[in-house]
C-alpha cells in the first residue's frame, strides 16, 4: 500500500511516498532554514506564505522520485497538528484538493505520533517491539511516552517549561552560534570540553524534565563575561541535556517494565545523545536515521499506513489542530 504524506507543521515543507509503513519510496524536504536564518527563529507568517510557493512542487518532486501515479497511491496522511496554525493548514488544505480531486482516503496524523514513525523506516537491524518507551525531543516537546501498540499512548513524562530542542536553540543563541541551535551547538561541543558546571533539573519521583532553570544559568554566566570560551560553554550544555535525558529515560523504562527504548524528534540526531543512551541502556535503543529525526513527511506516511490499517480514515472534514495532544 502506497501512502502519500504530506507534511507543513512548522518551517519544513515536505512530502513522501513510502510503502506499506516500512519503506521509503520518496522524501523530498524544502527547508526554509535560510529564511528564517536572518531573524534568529522561525517567523511563522514566513513560514505559511513560503509553504504556499513550495507546496505543489515538493509534492510533484516526490511522485517523480518514487516513479508513482496518482492511481498507485492508496491513502493521503498529512500532518494535522500540534503545529502553527497557519502552516498546517497549508499541508491540511492540500491534502484535501488532492483527496477530494483524485478520490484518495485522507487522515490526520498527529506531528509527534510521526515523529515516532521514524524508527519504522530506518534502516535498523531490529524493528520496534511493543510495549516501548518513546523518548520524542523536538523544537517544541520533550515527551517520554509508553506505546503499548500502533495508536496506544500513554504520557509519562513532559517538559513543564522549556523543550530540550528549544533549549539548545535558545542556548545557541545566547553564545552567538547561530539558528538553528541544535546542530550548531553540537558542533561548537566538537571542539570544546564540558569543563563549566551548568545545574540538572531531576525532579524526582516524576519522569518531568525542566530545561528552562539550565539556559538561566547559562545566560547569567554569559552576562557576567565568565564565558572564556564558547566551545567550553557548548560541550557542558549539551552534557547536562544529555545527560539528563538519557538518565530520566532509562529510569521511567525500568519502571514501567518495557522492551525497548526508541528515540524521536529533531535533537535525536544529536549524536552524543544517541551514543549515550544506547552505552547506557541495558534494553535495546532503536535510533532513526539522521535525516529523518527532524521533520519530513516519510514518517507521516508511515504513521499513516498504521492509521489506515487501523481504519482511522477523517475525510473532508479534518480540521488543523495546532495544539494537538499524543495522550
Ligand atoms: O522535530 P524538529 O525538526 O521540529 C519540531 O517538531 O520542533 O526539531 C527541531 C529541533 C530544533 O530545536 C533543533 O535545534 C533541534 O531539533 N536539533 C538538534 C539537532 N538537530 C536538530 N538538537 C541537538 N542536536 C542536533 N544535532
Ligand atoms: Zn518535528
Not at 300 to 320: N, W
Request: proline content about 4%; overall charge negative.
Amino acid at each position: 500500500m502506497k501512502i502519500l504524506g504530506i507534511e507543513t507543521s512548522c518551517d519544513e515543507t515536505a512530502a513522501a511516498v513510502v510503502e506499506d509503513g516500512t519503506r521509503i519510496l520518496s522524501n523530498e524536504v524544502s527547508s526554509q532554514v535560510e529564511l528564517h536564518a536572518r531573524y534568529g527563529g522561525i517567523v511563522p507568517e514566513v513560514a505559511s506564505r513560503q509553504h504556499i510557493l513550495a507546496i505543489i512542487p515538493v509534492i510533484e518532486k516526490a511522485m517523480t522520485e518514487a516513479k508513482t501515479g496518482w492511481n498507485d497511491i492508496e491513502g493521503i496522511a498529512v500532518t494535522a497538528g500540534p503545529g502553527l496554525a497557519g502552516s498546517l493548514l497549508i499541508g491540511v488544505n492540500t491534502a484535501k484538493a488532492i483527496s477530494i480531486s483524485r478520490n484518495i482516503p485522507l487522515t490526520g496524523v498527529n506531528h509527534l505520533e510521526g515523529h515516532i514513525y521514524a524508527n519504522w523506516i530506518s534502516q535498523n537491524s531490529t524493528t520496534p517491539e511493543f510495549p516501548l518507551l518513546a523518548l520524542i525531543v523536538s523544537g517544541g516537546h520533550s515527551d517520554l511516552v509508553l506505546m503499548k501498540d500502533h495508536g496506544n499512548y500513554e504520557l509519562i513524562g513532559r517538559t513543564r517549561d522549556d523543550a530540550a530542542g528549544e533549549a539548545f536553540d535558545k542556548a545557541a543563541r545566547i553564545l552567538g552560534l547561530g539558528y538553528p541551535g541544535g546542530p550548531a551547538i553540537q558542533k561548537a561541543s566538537e571542539s570544546g570540553i564540558p569543563s563549566i558546571d551548568l545545574p540538572r533539573s531531576w525532579i524526582r519521583g516524576t519522569s518531568d524534565f525542566s530545561f528552562s532553570g539550565i539556559k538561566t544559568a547559562l545566560l547569567r554566566l554569559e552576562e557576567s563575561n565568565q564565558i572564556k570560551n564558547k566551545q567550553d560553554a557548548a560541550a557542558s550544555f549539551q552534557e547536562a541535556i544529555a545527560e539528563v535525558l538519557v538518565t530520566k529515560t532509562i529510569n521511567a523504562a525500568e519502571d514501567h517494565g518495557v522492551k525497548q527504548i526508541i528515540l524521536a524528534g529533531g535533537v535525536a540526531a544529536n549524536r552524543p545523545l544517541r551514543e549515550r543512551l544506547v552505552r547506557e541502556s541495558i534494553l535495546p535503543v532503536l535510533v532513526p536515521e539522521i535525516r529523518l529525526c527532524t521533520d519530513n513527511a516519510a514518517m507521516i506516511a508511515a504513521c499513516g499506513f498504521f492509521r489506515f490499517k487501523a481504519g482511522k480514515i477523517d475525510g473532508l472534514s479534518l480540521d488543523v489542530s495546532p495544539g494537538l495532544k499524543l495522550a
